[in-house]
């Protein structure tokens, strides 16, 4: 079936023009959403979460705005894997360490995202990242792991973060310090498959992936909350951006044997294959969940 043009309108973060839809949500309420307009969307699970997490008005470097953005409908896929710290260090800035399950041994992983009802309107979103330490934390590695994996709440560091649309880019470039651009990419996830394909500047394909989706378990909104906090630098300062991820149906396979990760010659391949990867531990799959996305705040990383 093809693709129906959305008509789009022109606005503008931060001096930068972009197009959003026409009578989309941030067309209509510029990150203002009205939460009982989004309840009233049937892909929308509900909006309890988000009352629970009022916005605030804020000025940042993608002009004034509000935060945190709110993510009402998601679906999410991840596959972790083994990595040599020596190949992850190399990748890492000085001021970062990588988070080691063993002595030599850090964690890496692939990452695809669905958000289909969004303040900034439907966009998808692949990474390549790194497990990290978190910052100016002095504890042993294994220490961090147990009680990040105890918490659910983890610390990464991204080196590829493509995105399908220009405000996204913009304001996850500009606005976050994330290494994004925008290109052709593709993600499905549901109780049965997950698929996911990023191109190339070609057109070719940069990375995909088909796997058979794990069993689901569901949980009421609120009784499952992630955190991950990321790392980046903006201006030359380190900042950290906290999401917090409302899990509703999620599943998890470990060392999984149906899944097909297929690498091509584009930016997000050349990232995972220097970290050169050993063995893929663990399949993570949210079918449906809702996100917060807080804008970064400065900190201070030892170096």
Known sequence: MAATQQETIEVDLGGRTVPVPKGG?????????????????PRVPGVEFFRRLPKTRVDSRIGPTLTPNFYYRISTARLTMIARSRAIRARLPRALAPLE??????????????????????????AVGIAVR???????????????????HLDTYVLSLP?????????????????????????????DRTSARVADDAG????????????QSTYPTGSRVSALTSYTTIDGAWHSTLSQTNVLSAGTARFPRDVTLHLGQ??????????????????????????ALHLPAPISVQG
Not at 102 to 108: M, T
Not at 134 to 152: E, F, I, M, Q, W
Not at 204 to 215: G, Q, R, V, Y
Not at 276 to 285: A, E, G, S
């Open 25 to 41: 949500l941030y067309d209509r309420y510029r990150m203002n959403t009205e939460l009982d307009d989004v309840a009233r969307d």
């Open 101 to 126: 399950i063993a002595p030599g041994f850090g964690l890496v992983s692939v990452m695809f995202f669905r958000y289909d009802v969004c303040d900034i309107d439907f966009y998808t979103e692949a």
């Open 266 to 291: 584009g930016r997000m391949t050349e990232d995972l294959r220097s970290l050169h990867p050993i063995k893929t531990v663990q399949f993570d799959v949210v079918t449906e969940g809702q996100l």
């Open 204 to 215: 070719e394909t940069d990375i995909s992936l088909s796997a058979a989706t794990p069993a």
């Open 163 to 191: 995105v399908n649309t220009e405000i996204a880019q913009v304001r996850g470039h500009d606005g976050y310090g994330f290494p994004k651009w925008v290109t052709e990419l593709d993600v499905d996830i549901d109780a």
């Open 134 to 152: 978190p910052a100016r934390h002095g504890k042993l590695g294994l220490v961090d792991l147990v009680a990040g994996l105890k918490n659910d």
